[in-house]
C-alpha cells in the first residue's frame, strides 16, 4: 500500500504530538492529586496537633477545648474524634462520623507513636475520606489519640476543574500543532518533489535543471549535491559530445590517412608484380614502400601505447639517468627531420644535471615533443633546456614556430585533437596521440607538463620530474 510522504511526515508529527501531551496530562494531573491530597493532609495533621497540644497543656476543661474545635472543623466538613486507650470515644459531642475500626497493623503503628495517614479509603467508609489519625503520648505512653476524616469530594472537584483546563489547552495545543505539522510537511514535501521532478528532468537528458539549496538541512545539502551532480554530467556530455566530434573526426583521418600509404603500397606491389615499373624505378618504389609501412606502423603503435598507458599495463623502471645524454640522443635521432625544414637542434643543459626516470619513455615523452615543434616550426631553432630546482628536475623544449592559439592550449591533450586540421600528411603524430601519450607518460612519473605558448611566437613545452 503506497502512503504518500506528506501523510507519514503529518502523522508521525501528530502522533509524537499526541503521545507528548498524553504523557505530559497524566504526570501533570498525578503531580497536582499528590499536591492536594498532601495539603489536605498536611492540614488535618496540623488540626489534630493543635487539638492534642491544646488538651494536653489543660488550659480550659477537655470538653472545652474539643467543643471550639467542633464547632470550627465541623463547619469545614472536617470530622473528628479523640479516643482513649480502650478506643473509647471521649467527645462530648455526638460523633457524625463512622465508627473507630483500626486493623491490627494500624493498631500497632499507632501505638509505638507514628500517625496513620490514608486517602480514598472506600471499603472502611463507604466514601471517599482522607483520614489521619494521630496517637496521644502521655510521657511516652499511649493514652489515646485523634481520628480526623475529610471527604474528597471537594478535593476531586479541583482536580476535575483543573483536568478539565488541561483538556481544553491539550485540544487548543493539538489545533496549533495540528496546523504547524500540516505546513510543515507540505514545505518538505515541496521541497522533495522539486528534487523528483528536476531528477526525472535529468534523467530526460536535460542537465541545465537547477533546485534551491542550502545549508539549513539534509535536503538543502541534497539540493546543492544534485546541482554539483548536474554541473558534473553536463560537463561530461559536453565533453561526449567533443570528444565523439573527435572520434569522428579522428576516423575519417584514419580513413584518408590509411587509404593513402595501402593505395600507394597497393600500387607498387601490383606494378612490381607485373613487371610495370622501370627497373631504374623499381628502387625507389620499394624504399616507398617502405616510407608507407614505417607510417602505418607507427600509427598503430602510438594507439597500442595510448590503451596500455591508460589501462596501466605499462611498468616503469626508474633510474638516475644524465640529461645530457638523453638530449644529446634526442638531437640525433631527429637531426635530420630537422634538417628538412631548415631548422636547427640546441641543447642547454646544466652541469651534472640528472633526471630520475625510465629510460625508454622519458626518450618516447622528449621525442615526441620535440617532433611536435619540429612539425610546427620552419627555419626556427628548437631548443632543449634542462636544470635542477630543488627536488625537482626541469625540462624545456622550446621552439620558435607558429605557436598555438591560447584558447587551444588545453585541448592539445584530448587523444584525437590536431591543432591544425589542415595538416593531414605530416610524417609523425598524424592523428594527435603523440601529446595525449606524453601526458599520460609524465604523470606515470608523478611529474607535471605544461604549455607556454603564444600565436606567432612559438611554444614551451615545460616538464616537472621529481627527483627521488
Do not use: C
Not at 492529586?33 to 488550659?59: A, P
Not at 523528483?196 to 537547477?210: I, L, N, R
Request: proline letters at 3%.
Amino acid at each position: 500500500m503506497k502512503v504518500k510522504y506528506i501523510y507519514q511526515q503529518f502523522l508521525s508529527h501528530i502522533s509524537i504530538i499526541i503521545v507528548a501531551f498524553l504523557i505530559l496530562s497524566l504526570v501533570f494531573t498525578k503531580y497536582v492529586e499528590t499536591l492536594v491530597y498532601k495539603n489536605k493532609t498536611e492540614e488535618l495533621v496540623s488540626y489534630g496537633e493543635n487539638i492534642l497540644r491544646d488538651l494536653d497543656r489543660g488550659v480550659e476543661l477537655p470538653d472545652q477545648v474539643i467543643n471550639q474545635y467542633a464547632r470550627v472543623l465541623f463547619g469545614r466538613d472536617i470530622q473528628f474524634s479523640v479516643f482513649d486507650e480502650n478506643i473509647q470515644l471521649l467527645n462530648p459531642i455526638k460523633w457524625r462520623g463512622p465508627a473507630i475500626e483500626l486493623t491490627e497493623k494500624e493498631w500497632s503503628q499507632l501505638t509505638n507513636g507514628k500517625p496513620i495517614v490514608k486517602n480514598y479509603d472506600l471499603e472502611r467508609y463507604n466514601r471517599a475520606v482522607t483520614l489521619v489519625v494521630l496517637p496521644y503520648l502521655d510521657r511516652g505512653r499511649f493514652v489515646g489519640g485523634i481520628l480526623l476524616t475529610s471527604p474528597i469530594s471537594g478535593t476531586r472537584e479541583t482536580i476535575a476543574e483543573i483536568n478539565k483546563y488541561l483538556f481544553y489547552t491539550m485540544l487548543i495545543g493539538l489545533f496549533v500543532s495540528f496546523l504547524l505539522s500540516w505546513i510543515l510537511s507540505r514545505i518538505h514535501v515541496n521541497r522533495i518533489k522539486k528534487l523528483q521532478e528536476a531528477t526525472s528532468t535529468v534523467s530526460a537528458g536535460d542537465y541545465t535543471v537547477k533546485v534551491p539549496s542550502s545549508d539549513f538541512d539534509e535536503i538543502g545539502e541534497l539540493a546543492k549535491d544534485f546541482n554539483s551532480m548536474v554541473d558534473k554530467l553536463n560537463e561530461s556530455k559536453s565533453e561526449i559530445v567533443n570528444l565523439e566530434n573527435r572520434r569522428r573526426q579522428f576516423m575519417s583521418d584514419v580513413s584518408h590517412e590509411l587509404r593513402t600509404p595501402l593505395t600507394t603500397i597497393s600500387g607498387i606491389v601490383e606494378g612490381l608484380r607485373n613487371d610495370m615499373i622501370p627497373e631504374a624505378e623499381k628502387e625507389r618504389g620499394i624504399n616507398l614502400v617502405s616510407q608507407e609501412t614505417k607510417r602505418l606502423i607507427r600509427l598503430v603503435n602510438e594507439n597500442l601505447d595510448y590503451d596500455k598507458i591508460r589501462s596501466n599495463q605499462v611498468q616503469l623502471h626508474l633510474e638516475d639517468i644524465e640529461l645530457v645524454e638523453v638530449f644529446e640522443i634526442i638531437q640525433e635521432q631527429l637531426e635530420l627531420q630537422a634538417g628538412e625544414r631548415n631548422n636547427q637542434i640546441r641543447i642547454e643543459v646544466e652541469d651534472s644535471a640528472k633526471v630520475h626516470a625510465d629510460y625508454d619513455r622519458l626518450v618516447q615523452i622528449l621525442i615526441n615533443i620535440t617532433k611536435n615543434s619540429i612539425q610546427f616550426t620552419e627555419n626556427g631553432m628548437i631548443t632543449l633546456r634542462g636544470r635542477k630546482r630543488e627536488q625537482m628536475t626541469v625540462m624545456e623544449i622550446e621552439d620558435t614556430g607558429i605557436g598555438i592559439d591560447p584558447a587551444e592550449i588545453e585541448k592539445i591533450w584530448h587523444r584525437f585533437y590536431k591543432a591544425d586540421l589542415s595538416r593531414t600528411s605530416n610524417p609523425f603524430g598524424e592523428f594527435g596521440l603523440g601529446l595525449s601519450i606524453v601526458k599520460q607518460l609524465v604523470q606515470m612519473h608523478k611529474g607535471k607538463i605544461k604549455v607556454e605558448s603564444e600565436h606567432g611566437k612559438g611554444t614551451k613545452f615545460v616538464i616537472e620530474l621529481p627527483f627521488r
